[in-house]
Nanobody, 121 residues
């Protein structure tokens, strides 16, 4: 059974940093693109916002709102994807989810349980 487990969330002051981790179970992690999404307070799960994506060969994409502040990376030997978040702002407060993309198409088929990030002003 595929499983994604996020960690690294917490409470931080504006301007601070956090690094999120997402460990994937199962084999063939390196073949899949991985993404980070977030659900802001008061939003439904279906309204999760795309944050970042890293392809199987390491090409990265970012939402404009986090570009220049967040960095996504992966360690295939550890089945782990990371999200380094710097210069955090109160509007970054959200539940952050990692997800595994399907091999074909743009859907995400497996999701973690989420980790809470709270940025105080």
């Amino acid at each position: 059974q595929r499983q994604l487990v996020e960690s690294g969330g917490g409470l931080v002051q504006a301007g601070g940093s956090l690094r999120l981790s997402c460990v994937a179970s199962g084999r063939a992690f390196s073949f899949y693109a991985m993404g980070w999404f977030r659900q802001a307070p008061g939003k439904e799960r279906e309204e999760r916002e795309f944050v970042s994506r890293i392809s199987a060969d390491g090409v990265t994409y970012y939402a404009d709102s986090v570009k220049g502040r967040f960095t996504i990376s992966r360690d295939n030997a550890k089945n782990t994807v990371y999200l380094q978040m710097n210069s955090l702002k109160p509007e970054d407060t959200a539940i952050y989810y990692c997800a595994r993309q399907t091999l074909v198409g743009e859907n995400y088929e497996y999701w973690g349980q989420g980790t809470q990030v709270t940025v105080s002003s």
